[in-house]
């Protein structure tokens, strides 16, 4: 009850293109969906956060988009670059209750062709 | 958000020896936790640390083999013991206040021979 899935496994897409990554959680107390980019050789830096009281939430080229009903919650990364090359891992934690630790999901390696 | 450094970044020890890896922030927190992240694999929480008492362990993980102080609210260590290349792995610290989110520290990149 405590997993977060996260799909696809890796990702190639086009320079220009969307990319979509998914994660589906199962412990319906989760109140907070971070999503983290990592580097190679560094550690993961906060992307974009959504709690659920909002089913979207926007920051520049990275929208979260969430659905409570199903318990699942994406990335979409618009007018994606070969910068955004790396691995992103969605989470997910009880911040109220547990002192907000993080349920990582598996990650997702991300690959923007040129 | 908060400037977290971990020492030593990367380190190469022999199997049965200990590394202790320091985790520093540049403003008080109210969480500091660690992580594991083994090769090309996602991040697995090994415990909380709490300022001024015992660490909070996850399921799997046991004091014995990583002990874990804070002496105050800016610094924390790990000590991975008795090392084994099993543990080689990235330990990430990562600190946040209650109820916002979590910011992680560089890493430090374990290989144990």
């Known amino acids: 009850q405590q997993q977060v899935k996260q799909s696809p496994q890796s990702l190639i897409v086009q320079k220009g293109g969307i990319s979509i990554i998914n994660c589906a959680y199962e412990n319906t107390a989760f109140d907070y969906f971070p999503w983290y980019q990592q580097f190679p050789g560094k550690g993961p830096a906060l992307l974009i956060a959504?709690?659920?009281?909002?089913s979207e939430k926007k920051e520049g080229r990275f929208t979260i988009s969430f659905n409570k009903s199903a318990k699942q919650f994406s990335l979409h990364i618009m007018d994606s670059q070969p910068g955004d090359s790396a691995t992103y891992f969605c989470a997910a934690s009880r911040s109220y209750n547990q002192g907000g630790k993080l349920i990582f999901g598996q990650g997702t390696e991300l690959s923007v062709k040129p | 958000s908060a400037v977290i450094s971990q020492k030593p970044s990367r380190d190469i020890c022999q199997r049965g020896t200990s590394l202790t890896i320091q985790c520093q922030v540049d403003s008080q927190v109210t969480m500091m936790f660690w992580y594991r992240q083994q090769p090309g694999q996602s991040l697995t929480l090994i415990a909380t640390a709490n300022q001024g008492s015992e660490a909070t362990y996850e399921s799997g993980f046991v004091i014995d083999k990583f002990p874990i102080s804070r002496p105050n609210l800016t610094f924390s260590t790990l000590t991975v013991s008795n090392m084994s290349p099993e543990d080689s792995s990235i330990y990430l610290c990562?600190?946040?206040?209650?109820?916002?989110?979590?910011?992680f520290g560089p890493g430090t990149r374990l290989l144990v021979l």
């Open positions: 990562s600190v946040g206040q209650l109820q916002e989110t979590q910011y």
């Open positions: 959504i709690r659920p009281d909002v």
